[in-house]
């Protein structure tokens, strides 16, 4: 895959989430024809994982999507595989940690400078998606550096 292709996607997961999809959809989206798995099935699989895991301001979702993707890429599909597994958590905890040092946490709220936030008092209604709401949020950018780190990763396995 050439650099103008994995660009190409990065740009397509901004371009979701400016759609109106959350974070983690808009970054495994993004990937999924990689992993025969079609965009439709790929945000509704993500889609729960929006707003820090079900608006709880867990994990941040597009950080969420880099994992979904890394399972996609390297997950073992035999219980036993001890081998797979640990190599598949390698991968995440490398990209994961990554996304940390790029953007100063992996965890939703704060990223988005709620200190104190209380996760269990979180609405569920999402947010509307207004020119306000772009301008005040960091997501799109999140998202970004999720899709990009994701892409580097593919470039640097295929070398």
């Known amino acids: 895959?050439?650099?103008?292709?994995?660009?190409?996607?990065?740009?397509?997961?901004v371009e979701n989430f400016m759609a109106g999809y959350g974070c983690c959809q808009s970054v495994v989206a993004a990937f999924s024809d990689l992993y025969g798995l079609d965009e439709t099935m790929?945000?509704?699989?993500?889609?729960?994982?929006?707003?820090?895991?079900?608006?709880?301001?867990?994990?941040?979702?597009?950080?969420?999507?880099?994992?979904?993707?890394?399972?996609?890429?390297c997950g073992q599909t035999e219980g036993s595989d001890r081998e797979g597994k640990s190599a598949c958590y390698k991968v995440v905890q490398q990209l994961l940690e990554q996304s940390r040092q790029?953007?100063?946490s992996?965890?939703?709220?704060?990223?988005?400078?709620?200190?104190?936030?209380?996760?269990?008092?979180?609405?569920?209604?999402?947010?509307?998606?207004?020119?306000?709401?772009?301008?005040?949020?960091?997501?799109?950018?999140?998202?970004?550096s999720a899709a990009r780190i994701f892409a580097h990763y593919l470039k640097q396995k295929a070398e």
């Open 1 to 13: 895959m050439t650099d103008q292709e994995l660009d190409e996607r990065v740009s397509r997961a």
């Open 42 to 73: 790929a945000k509704r699989i993500a889609a729960g994982f929006g707003g820090g895991v079900g608006r709880m301001r867990m994990m941040c979702g597009a950080v969420s999507g880099i994992v979904m993707l890394v399972g996609l890429d």
């Open 102 to 104: 790029e953007n100063g």
């Open 106 to 144: 992996i965890i939703c709220a704060e990223i988005l400078g709620l200190q104190g936030h209380d996760k269990a008092h979180s609405s569920y209604v999402a947010s509307p998606r207004t020119a306000e709401y772009y301008k005040t949020r960091p997501c799109a950018a999140k998202v970004e």
